[in-house]
């Protein structure tokens, strides 16, 4: 699914009413036909719900003011407040005013202090109240006014719709400055807005759904369009479906090459991962003496023992035992547990000049490249990096604080440069390909948080492009599923308690779910 900053949806509707003949007004009263249905879904079971409906001077307020109307008709009581003048209405938010007030539904006004007892008078009795008052054109703070009937919302015990975006909350960016309402449910016109997942204004959206408001499939499709939600739509029709004459070679062999002294635990990690994501077979190359360790911990998994170094990593020794497994591999990925040592950048260096299947780095394999990521744009394989903000700031030479405040945009721009895919991980994580495309994660959650989850990540997107998917597939496909698996092992066992291994626990489960989707 799209995923649009303001403008960008603003172009949509503009599109839609120029080029298809769709008059705004029919897109407004389709989306408050969305919202009503959205609370009617929230309050089943409640006969005759009280809802409070706040109407700012926009077309959000008009979206309000026809959500008034149709749940009036339906017998529901109404009260809609007007935060501000009707003769400063939009043109169609114009229409739906006097057709409410034609029907006798009670529009109050809410423009002053003297107003706010009314306000909560009303509230006292409301079921929900849907916020209306500011949509994605929305900059800045809301004035002091605005921010007393916020912090009135967030205070009540009342339950909060937002329509397309909370107000307060910037639709490019998911700011806010100062105050903002904190919905318990979000229903968002046509696509859902960047900033309703970036962070804080994820925190002001609470359950999200995404309204269809007849906008034609090919504007809320279009290629010009560069970035995009992942969620389990996305990415169902890209796993390679088991056919009956099939073997374990058919679902390919990947090679993870890690490991150091202490480190045993991420490579293998990121091999039974790999497994559990569905690759037929699975090598894990690590130093010699940590063999052992791994081949006592899993039976799936098979092991070749490289040349170490004194300090317990892989020795450059090995790199024509690396070579021949590449050969017989149809993913590598390598970093995990490798250690920051010398000779780590010889051997990414190695891999990337002689692979001739794709190539998956993370960890201290992203390190070893540091001083010289050119190398990354002069490979001859598709290449994924999957790099934490402090792991790409090393290779970029950017600051945390500068990547932090543009994921998608940073991202995407080094993707581009380097000819990759890149996989910034952290709250919704971000793979951007190297065309442009950026896709922003919706599954996972704080639990997950804990040591080894990254190398969890890199043995499913690893098992994804063994499988037959293309490098920005599995990255996409990889963070959603590591996402989601995340989630389903929270619901079970609490997040606070979650470890690594209880993702790849779950990822049967996970896969499962969205091959019945």
């Known amino acids: 699914m799209k995923l649009v900053k303001a403008d960008e949806m603003k172009a949509i509707d503009r599109r839609a009413s120029q080029e298809y003949m769709i008059p705004s007004l029919l897109l407004m009263e389709n989306a408050g036909l969305r919202v009503v249905q959205a609370i009617r879904e929230i309050l089943t079971g409640v006969s005759r719900p009280r809802v409070v409906i706040l109407a700012g001077q926009g077309n959000n307020g008009g979206d309000g003011l026809v959500v008034g109307r149709h749940l009036f008709n339906g017998g529901a009581p109404v009260d809609i407040f007007l935060l501000g003048e009707p003769d400063a209405l939009t043109p169609d938010s114009r229409v739906n005013y006097d057709i409410a007030h034609k029907m006798g539904i009670s529009i109050l006004p809410l423009t002053g202090e003297q107003h706010l007892a009314s306000l909560t008078n009303a509230l006292l009795q409301a079921d929900l109240v849907v916020d209306a008052i500011y949509g994605i054109g929305f900059r800045g703070r809301l004035n002091d006014f605005e921010t007393r009937v916020a912090d009135l919302l967030n205070h009540s015990r009342v339950p909060v719709l937002a329509v397309d975006i909370a107000s307060g909350v910037e639709a490019d960016t998911g700011s806010v400055h100062g105050s903002a309402v904190r919905a318990d449910h979000t229903v968002t016109l046509a696509l859902p807005k960047l900033g309703l997942i970036r962070a804080p204004g994820c925190e002001y959206t609470g359950q999200l759904s995404v309204g269809d408001i007849s906008i034609p499939r090919s504007l809320l499709e279009d290629p010009a369009l560069k970035m995009n939600l992942i969620d389990a739509t996305s990415i169902k029709g890209w796993l390679p479906p088991r056919a009956a004459d099939t073997h374990k070679g058919t679902y390919g062999h990947v090679l993870v090459v890690g490991g150091s002294t202490g480190m045993t635990g991420a490579v293998t990690m990121t091999a039974c991962a790999a497994l559990r994501s569905g690759a037929g077979l699975v090598t894990a190359a690590l130093p010699e003496d940590l063999v052992p360790i791994l081949d006592g911990t899993t039976m799936e998994v098979m092991s070749r023992a490289l040349p170490a170094t004194g300090q317990g990593s892989i020795s450059v020794e090995a790199l024509p035992a690396i070579e021949t497994l590449l050969g017989i591999s149809s993913a590598?990925?390598?970093?995990?547990?490798?250690?920051?040592?010398?000779?780590?950048?010889?051997?990414?260096?190695?891999?990337?000049?002689?692979?001739?299947?794709?190539?998956?780095?993370?960890?201290?394999?992203?390190?070893?490249?540091?001083?010289?990521?050119?190398?990354?744009?002069?490979?001859?394989?598709?290449?994924?990096?999957?790099?934490?903000?402090?792991?790409?700031?090393?290779?970029?030479?950017?600051?945390?604080?500068?990547?932090?405040?543009?994921?998608?945009?940073?991202?995407?721009?080094?993707?581009?440069?380097?000819?990759?895919?890149?996989?910034?991980?952290?709250?919704?994580?971000?793979?951007?390909?190297?065309?442009?495309?950026?896709?922003?994660?919706?599954?996972?959650?704080?639990?997950?948080?804990?040591?080894?989850?990254?190398?969890?990540?890199?043995?499913?997107?690893?098992?994804?492009?063994?499988?037959?998917?293309?490098?920005?597939?599995?990255?996409?496909?990889?963070?959603?599923?590591?996402?989601?698996?995340?989630?389903?092992?929270?619901?079970?066992?609490?997040?606070?308690?979650?470890?690594?291994?209880?993702?790849?626990?779950?990822?049967?489960?996970?896969?499962?779910?969205?091959?019945?989707?």
């Not at 490979?379 to 990547?403: D, F, N, Y």
């Not at 000819?419 to 919706?442: F, M």
């Open 332 to 517: 590598c990925a390598v970093g995990p547990g490798m250690s920051r040592y010398q000779e780590a950048a010889a051997i990414i260096h190695f891999i990337l000049e002689k692979s001739g299947v794709p190539v998956l780095i993370d960890a201290d394999g992203i390190n070893a490249l540091e001083s010289d990521p050119g190398v990354l744009r002069d490979r001859q394989v598709p290449v994924v990096i999957t790099p934490h903000p402090r792991e790409l700031a090393r290779l970029t030479g950017l600051t945390v604080e500068q990547i932090q405040h543009d994921r998608m945009g940073i991202a995407s721009g080094y993707a581009t440069q380097w000819g990759i895919t890149i996989v910034l991980k952290g709250d919704h994580t971000v793979v951007a390909g190297p065309t442009g495309e950026t896709y922003i994660n919706s599954s996972g959650n704080p639990g997950m948080a804990t040591a080894g989850s990254g190398d969890v990540l890199s043995g499913i997107i690893a098992g994804f492009i063994a499988q037959g998917l293309n490098t920005q597939q599995a990255a996409v496909a990889g963070v959603y599923i590591h996402g989601r698996a995340g989630d389903q092992a929270a619901a079970e066992i609490g997040q606070r308690g979650m470890i690594a291994g209880d993702i790849i626990e779950y990822l049967p489960y996970t896969l499962l779910e969205i091959a019945g989707q």
